[in-house]
């Protein structure tokens, strides 16, 4: 068993250690790493896999095809705990993070909560019209014919309050609000779990038979935002994708598996056929000049 050493020099050192454990030393601090099931293995791929789809460059305008699978790839990354796995598999403690606009401060100092027609949080994403952070607050007619009442100072903040992007471990992001709608703030997962079992992600089921998919439904349902023709649902969707894979953990996690479990046939250019169940790989390219060549000697 092998050890490696970072301190301005890389150097391998012989431990003596069992053999089912590998330890990495690294500036000082000892952490060990399981040697992984075939199982793990094959979870901590496509996890890697799945964030570099979400992260990749989008050349054409998102559709809301394009979102419904991007829920249901979200829903097992955050939802169903993969993510997490993945990230603890790979050695690391804690919980991962990640940077995300925080909408409630746009409507914080709304003197009341029915003046909020609604709050999104917004925030990174591909599409070409997109925002971080939108909200419109309605004032009733006698409330602004008296607005004097509360000062034009305070009038003045409310116009020009705005979201604020900060970072979350990966539990307090599922839970943090993305939209507020009167008093009702709606969770990042909540909404995943709607736009993926509700809207045609996994499933298109109309019933709204739980209190919170009825909520749900009267909220989202009935549009009051379209950003670059998605719902305005649809696009905190898409901006969740963005935070998660562009996260430094992600990315992190992304090229620790990668260099651990490298893919061999990667090239697309290329088509490989193997004889047999272990014998050699050969592969032939689809380029300009066709040739053959042998691939790697095992998969």
């Not at 919980?95 to 925080?102: V, Y």
């Not at 703030?185 to 038979?209: F, S």
């Not at 047999?276 to 032939?284: Q, R």
Request: hydrophobic share 35%; with cysteine.
């Amino acid at each position: 068993m092998l050890a490696t050493w970072n301190s301005g020099e890389s150097r391998t050192i012989p431990l003596a250690v069992p053999s089912q454990v590998v330890y990495y030393i690294a500036m000082g601090k000892q952490s060990s790493q399981p040697e992984l099931t075939e199982h793990d293995i094959d979870l901590v791929t496509v996890v890697a896999e799945d964030l570099r789809f979400l992260a990749r460059p989008v050349q054409d305008q998102v559709t809301r095809t394009d979102v419904r699978l991007i829920a249901t790839v979200l829903r097992r990354l955050l939802l169903h705990g993969d993510y997490s796995t993945a990230w603890r598999l790979m050695g690391n403690e804690g919980e991962p993070s990640l940077r995300a606009m925080d909408p409630e401060p746009m409507v914080r100092d709304v003197p009341d909560p029915m003046w909020i027609h609604y709050a999104y949080a917004g925030g990174s994403s591909p599409s070409r019209a997109r925002h971080a952070g939108l909200s419109m607050v309605i004032v009733p007619a006698a409330e602004h014919k008296g607005r004097e009442a509360f000062g034009s100072t305070a009038w003045d903040d409310l116009r020009i309050r705005h979201s604020v992007r900060r970072t979350y471990k990966l539990t307090a992001y599922k839970r943090s609000t993305c939209i507020q709608i009167a008093s009702n703030k709606i969770k990042r997962q909540d909404l995943l779990h709607y736009v993926a079992n509700k809207l045609g992600g996994a499933h298109l089921d109309r019933r709204r038979l739980s209190e919170r998919d009825q909520t749900l439904s009267i909220l989202l349902d009935r549009g009051q935002l379209i950003v670059a023709g998605l719902p305005g649902p649809y696009f905190e969707v898409l901006t969740m994708a963005a935070d998660l894979a562009h996260s430094t953990d992600a990315q992190n996690l992304v090229e620790a598996v990668m260099q651990r479990y490298p893919s061999e046939m990667d090239e697309p250019d290329r088509i490989y056929l193997r004889e047999g169940l272990d014998g050699p790989w050969t592969w032939m390219s689809l380029g300009d000049e066709p040739a053959t060549g042998r691939g790697p000697s095992s998969h």
